[in-house]
């Protein structure tokens, strides 16, 4: 039972990570109703600008303290990161207003690429550590309860806290407020939503900055792990699967989408792995989002998909 526990909080954890990554894609999805294949290299790009910036404030402005340069350094990536999403609705989306969803998706294909090469270009290419102070020892929980007790990462419990916690901001945010409102009008019919008087293109950059900064969240939890790499773009792969689960329209399925494939992975390469010789939580994620494309396109909390003839 200890050993069962100790998988299924993993694979919580790890799916609470996997739907930050998702809820980037699913917000620039309900605003302009493309899906978004830059934002595995927003994810990289703003990993990149912490690492970066924490190495380089303290000598700019001659600090000691970690924390204060950490917040500095992260301050400055949410500005960028502003600045990047405002010059993408300047430079491409204004353009491209009631264009073909396939345009808009090549578009965001032309941003990862210049991204990829922008982030690298400014911050370098070699492979970065990310220090906010984070646990990394292991501790027993349930010591009492369980013989050995179950063996939790510190580091796995702070990444999935910070990252349930801005998942929940940013549920009530888009849920409960007007520009949650404004972002299904658009994401419905841009031109009908400009008749109404919804600035399009606030919307726009609104949406693109908060994805900006759910991928720079992301980046620092990675790359706190990990380390920034370019390999760092791979992680929106993750996410795929999580969205086809959840929906592509749905915040909350982009959650529980999340954590069944954080969980279905971890179980699956505990209790099946060894029958088929491991190695299923690479591709479990994968076969299970080829299922639900099958029997529920639409995924479990997505709008029914209803053709017009």
Same mark, same amino acid.
């Given at each position: 039972?200890?050993?069962?526990?100790?998988?299924?909080?993993?694979?919580?954890?790890?799916?609470?990570?996997?739907s930050l990554v998702a809820l980037g894609f699913v917000l620039i999805y309900k605003a302009s109703g493309v899906f978004n294949f830059a934002q595995g290299a927003m994810v990289l790009f703003a990993a990149l600008a912490m690492a970066r910036f924490s190495g380089w404030v303290p000598g700019w402005l001659g600090i000691e303290d970690k924390f204060l340069g950490n917040l500095i350094a992260f301050l400055m990536a949410g500005a960028l990161m502003f600045v990047l999403a405002w010059l993408i609705e300047r430079l491409v989306l204004r353009h491209l207003v009631n264009q073909e969803g396939v345009t808009l998706l090549?578009?965001?294909?032309?941003?990862?690429?210049?991204?990829?090469?922008?982030?690298?270009?400014?911050?370098?290419?070699?492979?970065?550590?990310?220090?906010?102070?984070?646990?990394?020892?292991?501790?027993?929980?349930?010591?009492? $309860?369980?013989? @050995?007790?179950?063996?939790?990462?510190?580091?796995?419990?702070?990444? &999935?806290? !910070?990252? +349930? #916690?801005?998942?929940?901001?940013?549920?009530?945010?888009?849920?409960?407020?007007?520009?949650?409102?404004?972002?299904?009008?658009?994401?419905?019919?841009?031109?009908?939503?400009?008749?109404?008087?919804?600035?399009?293109?606030?919307?726009?950059?609104?949406?693109?900055?908060?994805?900006?900064?759910?991928?720079?969240?992301?980046?620092?939890?990675?790359?706190?792990?990990?380390?920034?790499?370019?390999?760092?773009?791979?992680?929106?792969?993750?996410?795929?699967?999580?969205?086809?689960?959840?929906?592509?329209?749905?915040?909350?399925?982009?959650?529980?989408?999340?954590?069944?494939?954080?969980?279905?992975?971890?179980?699956?390469? $505990?209790?099946? @792995?060894?029958?088929?010789?491991?190695?299923?939580?690479?591709?479990? &994620?994968? !076969?299970? +989002? #080829?299922?639900?494309?099958?029997?529920?396109?639409?995924?479990?909390?997505?709008?029914?998909?209803?053709?017009?003839?």
């Amino acid at each position: 039972m200890a050993f069962f526990l100790e998988a299924l909080l993993g694979g919580l954890m790890a799916g609470m990570l996997y739907s930050l990554v998702a809820l980037g894609f699913v917000l620039i999805y309900k605003a302009s109703g493309v899906f978004n294949f830059a934002q595995g290299a927003m994810v990289l790009f703003a990993a990149l600008a912490m690492a970066r910036f924490s190495g380089w404030v303290p000598g700019w402005l001659g600090i000691e303290d970690k924390f204060l340069g950490n917040l500095i350094a992260f301050l400055m990536a949410g500005a960028l990161m502003f600045v990047l999403a405002w010059l993408i609705e300047r430079l491409v989306l204004r353009h491209l207003v009631n264009q073909e969803g396939v345009t808009l998706l090549m578009a965001t294909l032309g941003i990862t690429y210049f991204l990829d090469g922008l982030g690298q270009t400014i911050f370098g290419s070699d492979i970065y550590q990310i220090d906010v102070g984070m646990p990394k020892d292991p501790i027993f929980l349930f010591e009492g $309860v369980f013989e @050995g007790g179950v063996l939790v990462n510190l580091e796995d419990v702070y990444a &999935a806290c !910070v990252a +349930a #916690l801005l998942v929940m901001v940013l549920s009530l945010f888009f849920q409960k407020t007007s520009t949650g409102r404004a972002l299904r009008a658009v994401a419905d019919d841009h031109q009908a939503a400009q008749s109404i008087g919804i600035p399009l293109n606030r919307i726009w950059v609104i949406v693109w900055f908060v994805a900006g900064i759910t991928a720079l969240v992301a980046g620092i939890i990675w790359g706190s792990k990990l380390g920034v790499q370019f390999s760092l773009t791979t992680v929106a792969l993750r996410a795929l699967p999580v969205i086809i689960l959840g929906g592509l329209t749905s915040v909350p399925g982009a959650i529980i989408g999340g954590l069944i494939i954080g969980v279905g992975e971890k179980l699956s390469e $505990v209790y099946l @792995g060894p029958y088929v010789g491991g190695g299923i939580e690479i591709w479990f &994620a994968y !076969v299970l +989002a #080829l299922v639900f494309l099958l029997f529920r396109p639409q995924g479990l909390f997505g709008e029914k998909i209803i053709d017009r003839v």
